[in-house]
């Protein structure tokens, strides 16, 4: 029987013709399979707004979806087209204009398309369900509400097939070369803010309501934990933002569980990440809980002081944009920041470094008075430094210790300060560590920043400080010695100690002095070494030795019959030393000298009772040293070692002339020859005027 009118008929036996559509579609003949996809396609456009087609539009998308995977090239672009008229109708239907039957739509397409169609690894089918459902979003106004929870994740996840295969390929050529992979993993993270998708998880945003942030925030935090990849994890980071600058307060149930899963992301190999995800915390902190906040403080405490240099770094990259972000937050805490940022300034990293600066400035905290408001949090986590098996944890802890007591000097509270200096002795014992050495400068800071006259003043053991010092002075590793000179030469300096001049000389010395022969060597080697090797003084720990020498015969209660035998060895030595280290001699010279002329002590600025030596031990002292200092007075090569040798000569001629000390004649000669001699061939104008000056000394008073 003949068909009279095809649209009448088509009416009369639509549920037919779809059932059979749906029967055939995939069957095993393709031609039959294109029919029935090309029928479909026609179906739909001529009967768009038909409820029985629109109760179908779920099963066609299955179906078409499928299809467009056939083996089959001409079934597949005919799925295609077929599956651009069902776009468009579903567009179309899923409209804010059509009410409860545009909710209905949305509601039954909606998850067909986010399941079956974005998640596709099928680029044809994935590309089709995201143009579709962007613009149903478009369109959908409120009606999207109840799905924002399904679409946001699922937009998310289909970030990562978004981005081109290429960017991927690029960023494994480059994983060697460090700078530039972060440059482009950077580059990577912008692009896919730019992606349409963000346009659509912005709208949905801003349709989540109280219901749906209860569904939607543990997904997110499932989807930070197990999501691979740059692009995915930067869209769900910017999400997360999204939320909290849309959301804000209601937002605070959720930000603990959004923090934890953040943490996760936080620890991800990509630099481009690892920035967004601190920035992210930054935003996101601003409304969570007080015990959120102290939370996730204590993460990132707990991390910097146990993780690597990398999340050192990261940690303290998240404070910083904290502090921006949040600084009214971060004003309530300032007792958990501020100790981590003074901790922080003193890293061994200098990039480290200068980040932690900046939250310092950022904090608007005076030095002085924010370490005394909160130094015993300065103080506990100093102590929990010191104590940690990493090295550089135990040298930056020291290094913090030794800031605060410059910055408090006097006022440092005493029960802090002999607590913190028993720290700091307990820290010294062990074995010796590249570094070691800044426990022993925080330890010499500790007893001399409080001016006062000895340890005891402090209600310290003396004899234990002291024995401290010289035990490490035994050491056999020289630079870690030559540090812990230097250090115990300050605390001489800077504080009245008893007498311990004979473990100084044995120490000094031992630097000194050429070692003794081996009594094993044979004759043969050890005519070999003599005319290989001549002893001189040029290392870095005999420059220490030779400066504490100086500085510690101030201790010395004995320095009458001593003093002789000093000026001896000073002076002889002076004639195997290096330029710089005849300069640290002339210091240590200057050191003897001061022992017995009206000084003030360099340390402290009080004045010295010089020691009473007669006349005769003066000439004695004076003529032993002249000829050495002499002799740097003939440097035509360092300005500095003639500055200072002509210095300390005049100094000895104007010691002689006001305590009435005669010198023998030929001494006097020696000096003004050499003196002259420096003057006639000196450049520099205000060594040349010295010279000058102890010239006409010598010619009013020594003639």
Known sequence: ???????????????????????????????????????????????????????????????????????????????????????????????????????????????????????????????????????????????????????????????????PKAFG??????????????????????????????????????????????????????????????????????????????????????????????????????????????????????????????NVLDKLQSWYLEKDDVTRLLVATTLSKMTNSAPDLVRGV??????????????????????????????????????????????????????STSWPHRIQGANTLAATATLLGSSYPPQYLVANVNLLLNSTTGRTFPGKSAILAALSKFLTAPKRTSLSDLGLDEANVVGVFLRETRKKDCEYVSQVMRAFGDLLLGVEVSDCWESIWEICSSHLLPKEEDEDENNENKEKRKKTEMFTIQSVVQESAVLLLGVGWRVCQEKPKRIINLCEFLAGNMRICTWKIQITMLCSIQHVLQ???????????????????????????????????????????????????????????????????????EVVKDVLVHVRDQVSMEGNHNLKAQGIEIVSLLEKNFS
């Open 1 to 163: 029987k003949a068909v009279v009118s095809t649209q009448s008929t088509g009416d009369k036996y639509l549920k037919e013709i779809i059932s059979d559509l749906k029967s055939n579609i995939h069957t095993r003949l393709w031609r039959t399979r294109e029919s029935c996809s090309n029928a479909l396609g026609d179906l739909v456009r001529t009967r768009a707004h038909d409820d029985n087609v629109l109760a179908e539009m779920p099963e066609f998308w299955v179906l078409v979806l499928k299809l467009m995977d056939d083996i089959k090239e001409s079934v597949r672009k005919s799925a295609a087209k077929t599956a651009e008229v069902l776009s468009k109708t579903s567009i179309s239907v899923c409209n804010l204009d059509h009410g409860a039957r545009g909710a209905r739509a949305i509601s039954t397409i909606l998850p067909v398309l986010l399941d079956s169609g974005i998640t596709s690894s099928i680029v044809e089918v994935q590309t089709i369900s995201i143009v579709t459902v962007m613009k149903i979003s478009e369109n959908a106004g409120k009606l999207l509400s109840p799905h924002v929870h399904i679409i946001i994740p699922a937009f998310i996840s289909a970030s990562a097939n978004i981005e």
């Open 169 to 294: 390929q690029i960023t494994t050529m480059v994983s060697g070369k460090e700078e530039d992979r972060d440059k482009l993993e950077a580059a990577r993270a912008a692009i896919a803010l730019t992606s349409p998708l963000i346009a659509v998880i912005d709208k949905c945003i801003r349709c989540v309501d109280d219901s749906q942030l209860e569904v939607l925030v543990p997904k997110l935090s499932s989807l930070a934990k197990s999501s691979v990849g740059l692009t995915p994890r930067v869209t769900l980071l910017h999400t997360v933002s999204l939320l909290a600058v849309y959301k804000q307060q209601d937002l605070t149930p959720w930000v603990g569980k959004l923090m934890g899963a953040l943490f996760v992301v936080l620890q991800d190999r990509s630099s481009a990440v690892r920035d967004k995800c601190s920035a992210t915390i930054a935003v996101l902190i601003r409304y969570a809980k007080p015990s959120t906040v102290d």
């Open 334 to 387: 300032h007792v958990r920041i501020v100790p981590l940022a003074l901790y922080g300034k003193h890293s061994s990293d200098s990039q480290e470094k200068a980040v932690w600066d900046i939250v310092w400035l950022e904090l608007g905290v005076s030095d002085q008075s924010a370490v005394l408001l909160h130094l015993e949090e300065i103080s506990s986590l100093s102590s929990q430094s010191l104590s």
């Open 595 to 665: 022992s017995f002329l009206p000084s003030s002590n360099p340390g402290t600025g009080q004045k010295v009772t010089p020691v009473s030596l007669d006349p005769f031990q003066r000439q004695n002292i004076y003529e032993t040293l002249l000829p050495a200092i002499l002799r740097c007075v003939d440097d035509t090569k360092h300005v500095a070692v003639r500055g200072l040798s002509l210095k300390l000569t005049f100094l000895i001629l104007n010691s002689c002339k006001s305590d009435e000390v005669q010198m023998r004649e």
